[in-house]
């Protein structure tokens, strides 16, 4: 599943992401990498997607959370 297809307040786990290049890279930087811990704070009605992931809040948007691919974890 994708990041995009998450569900509010549950917790996943990073398994991929499928995209090249600067954002990439800039994610990375940010620590997301595969095996990190993610919960799905709300999504905005344009497809903004805002989480939580190592202690602080992000917001990406719908063309970038559909290439993070995602497993799910614990529910909190």
């Known amino acids: 599943m ?3 297809q998450a569900g509010i307040q549950k917790e996943y786990e990073i ?3 499928l995209m090249d290049g600067g ?3 800039r994610l990375e930087a940010l620590g997301m990498i595969p095996g990190t811990k993610i919960i799905v704070l709300n999504r905005k009605k344009n ?3 805002i989480y939580k992931m190592r202690g602080t809040r992000y917001a990406v ?3 970038i959370a559909k290439n ?3 497993q799910e974890g614990e529910e909190q």
């Open 68 to 70: 993070i691919e995602i």
């Open 47 to 49: 497809g903004t997607l």
């Open 2 to 4: 994708t990041l995009e």
């Open 23 to 25: 954002t990439r890279r």
């Open 15 to 17: 398994s991929r992401i």
């Open 61 to 63: 948007g719908k063309g």
